[in-house]
């Protein structure tokens, strides 16, 4: 199981979240309490918009715990729209390649979850990418792969109907098999104005995924907060971090959240 | 442009050939005459044949000459059948699994040279691996894809054959896009037993191969080996090691290579 | 906190220990049931011996539990005496030099444990280190450092001897500081031939160390090892492993223990 | 050899002076025309600042050429006074506390030369660190060590007369073991606000260094760099970056060139 984090709002600099709250997502990755994965050690990856026309990458095979140079870059680099990820596999090969997020020109990918029987169906599916997309294939997940089918299915254009589309192609894929039930996920997706949340499981339960707490909740928990974070800031976790664990939103099973122009919303995932 | 060896005879601490001769595989990498690519500082690998049922395999991305643990394993491991890649490329990213040698259960593979245009093919070529050998690719690079096409055409039955078919295999992707001219490669495969070395070019001329004197020239210039060498050597190289490059026999452009039972055969490779 | 193990007996397979075993070294590093230092993810090293003169030595900063490296490696090296060691850390750089074992000549030595306040004395226990010995420090670890005390008071000469003056040296310093009780640690120690062990803790409490059934024992209770394991066979650990973790025997606080010609001595340890 | 650059001036993207400009310093590390050192493949560093306390520090022992975060860091990082520093060792490991800049609060140091025979006076230079200082050693190049003498003696009060103690202790601390010329250099360092270089060596020849032209031949060899230089701009180089190579002024051997307030001085260094 991978754990991750998304954040739109004011600039920060990115330790803001990732290293500074309690049960940050590093503090996390070391001492994960599951029983599955108690260990986010191999690798992690951030991505950050700035004035640049495509997002920044830093993604290493080191765990995020004793990398000098991850504290560094979250300590100088400031990003009003970021993403971080920390991943534990038994599955696909430890490489940089391997690490989310993924990129495509402007957009970022992150997710947590997997495919159900992944190799019985990934010469399948890697063939339905379009030759578009397919040279921007570096590595070997199910995840890098599951953001090109969304992208050859028009996630530039309309990320809901892509991803759904992708959630049935995988679905279907795996039906060939005999696989009954083949996704469990949650997706970080952003275009550098949008970002985007799913929680989705093929037998209606996906792993957990969290928004923060309206502004005016957050400005009550963290008075010390009101000036860094402005006007508006969001922020979605795969597992509640900070102080205020019980103020985080659940975002219910097998639904989306679309967090655009300071709004947030949530709606149902039916693909 | 890579750079490999591969060894067969009489078992030897590795190091005797990749670290000892002058103008050795490692410094060849630092120090590199030719002007295309003047390092080979994108990973190395070793694979290695012992009493265990498979080959060991050992591959970093780091520079082969400042990877203090490749200097060790090499003055402590014997074998009597090895190879030995050192990698440079401006394509296919840096991560171990880009590294040679390539290892399908007892078979291991490396490959100097390149597909011309590949990422036009790529996509085409994967989908003709059978699912059998598809999961054990797990990088990017134009050679694991030729070693799994081999493997899928009959590697494990009869190697000239199956090389031959993937040549023309890849020559006809190539075509489909307008590419005349695909293939360009020096070959090193073994399954444990044999040594194959193969070089082609798709227009006539491949990357140089070069074969070790024979034993009577080497015991005239290497007095000193004889009792290191035993009965029978053979070595294959990209380019000359050591301190007689000029007494190593250059195998011919399509041509193939076969040391086996302590004979060596070289013979046409027309595919 | 780290954990080591060290064998020495028949020759076998280093991955005999280091991953077969339930409980092993490498799932201890992983799923640490310790609350201090939940995992063992800072780098890892091996050390072993053969009919090399100097032992071979292969230390990485990845995590051990995804270095697909060290499965092969161990999977492929047969020794009659070898340590391992996976490394936590808050303190002392993440790098290949501060990893566990160190070696000089034919000597390895690995630790677990710490000198309380380091930092204090770290330049002062520098200078005691004898120039013939100096150069071979490569790293900025504790560990590193008492070896090389230990090896500058005649470690090569006489073991016990050594060892003790360097805790007396460790302790001495730390008293100018201020610390009262500065040593807690166990030690593993060969030269080829023979292994040391050390339990102490300047408070009368060190780390734990166990030494394996002796070999009656272990052959009631291991069956099949019988042949694999030949006369004589010990191993040291940090924390037992395997399926009869309860045979185990406990090394007392301020004690060690010799492994030397198929014989095993504990005696105390007052430095 | 190793190589690096120092940039004050106009905010700019770190790829401007880095990977963009032909013959840039990383074009340099992989086609080195050097004989003695070809290949600048044992790790990079970069520092900068910005307007946190202190600058930020991105160091890795991978080749500079074949790291992707290397890339995306340097077009996405501005900066009005960075460091860049590609290695190339055959003496100290490949660490990246061993890749420049050194780091202590608000200042940066880079190092291009040696000390001759460090070897035989690094434990007596060692000795020679304030103890306020030596915690923050983290490698084992005689470049650190040079900037913590340097610190020792007054660094952050008067940078040359610090340099000029810490040259001459060095040179001390080698006659004693009858080494005549002890040390070759050059030197980069910054505090935030000015920017020193330093060319020495104790044979009255350092190796280069290089100012770039001023501000109205800058403007006029490239137009187009106008609007992105500002009103000043000013970078010291081991070796002449980009297009007009002959342009750039040679520092003479044994001075120094200070760059404060858009002045740029070069006065002797006669430590």
């Known amino acids: 199981m991978c754990r991750w984090l998304a954040y739109t709002g004011a600039p920060i ?26 260990t986010n050690g191999d690798g992690f990856g951030l991505g950050w918009y700035d004035k640049q026309p495509y997002p920044g990458l830093f993604r290493s095979i080191r765990p995020a715990w004793n990398d000098s140079n991850l504290r560094d870059l979250t300590s100088h ?14 599955l696909a090969t430890i490489q940089e390649t391997n690490c989310h997020p993924f990129r495509y020109k402007n957009w970022l990918f992150v997710h947590n979850g997997q495919i159900a029987n992944f190799g019985q169906i990934h010469q399948a599916l890697l063939a339905k990418v379009s030759s578009k997309y397919f040279e921007n294939i570096l590595g070997s997940t199910d995840s890098e792969l599951m953001f090109h089918l969304a992208l050859t299915f028009g ?3 309309d990320v ?5 589309e992708m959630v049935r192609t995988v679905e279907a894929a795996g039906k060939e098999k005999g696989v009954a039930e ?11 104005e949008s970002l985007w949340g ?15 707490p309206d502004m005016v909740e957050l400005r009550r928990l963290n008075p010390d907060l009101t000036g860094k974070l402005g006007d508006f800031a969001a922020c979605l976790v795969s ?7 019980d103020s985080w939103h659940a975002i219910a099973d097998n639904s989306k959240i679309i967090i655009h122009n300071q709004r947030v919303e949530v709606s149902d995932f039916k693909p």
Do not use: C
Request: overall charge negative; proline content about 7%.
């Open 77 to 90: 680099i400031e990003s009003h729209l970021f993403m971080a990820h920390v991943r534990a596999t038994s």
């Open 239 to 245: 597992e509640p971090i900070g102080n205020y664990q």
């Open 182 to 192: 083949s996704l469990w996920m949650t997706l970080g997706i952003s275009d550098g």
């Open 155 to 157: 996630l530039e254009n």
């Open 160 to 164: 809901p109907a892509a991803i759904s």
């Open 198 to 212: 799913f929680r989705y499981g093929s037998n209606g339960i996906g792993p957990t995924l969290y928004v923060s």
């Open 13 to 38: 600099l990115m330790e803001e979240l990732i290293f500074k709250p309690k049960d940050n997502l590093i503090q996390q990755s070391l001492h994960s309490k599951s029983p599955r994965t108690p």
